[in-house]
């Protein structure tokens, strides 16, 4: 407790909020701030944060809860998976209720009788279709490079076991590759990015260097409170500077080389290739397949797939919010058809969810 209460001190962040307010009247303009981790938006939302901001300073949320980015396409191939004769289909708990087209999500398809089941870990996958060898079993990897690296090892654990009735479907996605989507996008003007505590400690420095190549600031900042605002005045202190680079905030969790034996991992088992990003559509190499010497255990290649049409929700503006183009508060949806407990979009269904955090912490009447 003593350790995260340093993190919290009240002193340090109106210090800090100071400092953040000195900076921002000194650039008179307006200054947009990404944080592209979904951890992140809900800090800022539990801790206050963006009401300790000068007005010109605005932070807009990106794409970092993997639920969310997940395209309809792809929860309609996890539906269609699930569905299948003799499957057991195992998935983190949060992909249970993002709704496909025409509203249907795998708790549905669960209460119809479907074999679904809630896995903590995928070696909980692997250690169920040891329990059921004459069933298959399809992991859903879903996550961007803080989970890929477990999935990779548990899928070179299944083949030295000679495994053969378990397959991972992948919707694993890379962050940088995204990010550089966004630089690229000329109706975005993102001044600074905070990015990803949990990523960078896979990715290190070097998967952002597209950001100060573009003149943009970028920190890899901590998820308490001192870490967020200093993370902030840090971008602030290199746009008044103009002199970018990707600076580490979050220093006790992160090195600059990231972790190359996860990275390792990864590169084993994965290759590159289009990935469909809900709100940012496809976006070159920014997914990770199973490669040849793993295809085996790839769920598109051993079960056929038909031609997948899908439509989102109508009405859903998810896919604004994850481009920081709107805030859940635009979305006439917001807090009123569209609730944590029946949510149309998935922003609303993940804890990590940007429409999820604004309801939990800034809904207007929180504030009335
Ligand atoms: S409030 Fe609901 S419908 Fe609106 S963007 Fe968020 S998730 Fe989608």
């Not at 701030?33 to 009401?51: D, F, N, V």
């Not at 490669?291 to 598109?300: G, H, I, K, T």
Request: aromatic content about 8%.
């Amino acid at each position: 407790m003593k350790c995260i209460d340093q993190y919290r001190n009240p002193d340090l962040i109106v210090g800090l909020k100071e400092g953040i307010a000195h900076l921002a009247e000194k650039m008179a303009r307006k200054i947009t701030i990404m944080e592209i981790c979904g951890t992140h938006t809900q800090a800022i939302g539990r801790w206050g944060l963006r009401r300790l901001l000068p007005e010109n300073v605005q932070l807009v949320s990106g794409p970092g809860c993997p639920v969310c980015v997940t395209s309809s396409a792809d929860v309609d191939r996890a539906l269609y998976l699930a569905s299948l004769d003799r499957v057991i289909f195992t998935t983190f708990g949060d992909m249970l209720r993002v709704p496909g087209s025409e509203g249907r999500s795998l708790q549905v398809l669960r209460a119809e009788g479907a074999d679904i089941r809630v896995v903590f870990s995928p070696v909980d996958a692997l250690r169920i279709a040891l329990d059921n060898p004459k069933r298959e079993v399809i992991f859903l990897g879903i996550g961007f490079e803080t989970t890929a690296p477990v999935v990779a090892s548990t899928v070179i654990k299944a083949k030295e076991k000679e495994i053969k009735n378990f397959s991972v479907f992948s919707v694993h996605k890379t962050i940088p590759k995204a990010i550089e989507a966004l630089l690229d996008d000329t109706a975005l003007s993102i001044d600074g990015f905070i990015c990803p505590g949990h990523v960078s400690v896979i990715t290190g420095v070097m998967a952002y260097e597209a950001i100060p190549k573009a003149k943009r600031a970028a920190v890899i900042t901590g998820f308490e409170p001192l870490d967020i605002l200093e993370g902030i005045w840090m971008i602030l202190k290199q746009i008044s500077s103009a002199r970018f680079e990707v600076a580490v905030q979050y220093e006790r969790a992160v090195r600059k080389t990231g972790n190359p034996k996860a990275r390792r991992l990864m590169e084993e088992v994965f290759a590159p290739g289009h990935a469909e990003w809900r709100g940012l559509g496809v976006i070159e190499g920014s997914g990770l397949y199973l490669n040849d010497l793993y295809m085996e255990f790839d769920a598109m290649k051993r079960f056929s797939m038909p031609l997948v049409e899908a439509v989102d929700p109508p009405g859903c503006l998810c896919g604004e919010v994850l481009k920081g183009k709107v805030t859940p508060h635009q979305c006439p949806l917001f807090a009123e058809i569209c609730q944590p407990q029946h949510p149309v979009g998935p922003c609303m269904v993940s804890g990590e969810g940007t429409c999820a955090a604004y309801f939990k912490y800034e809904r207007e009447d929180c504030f009335s």
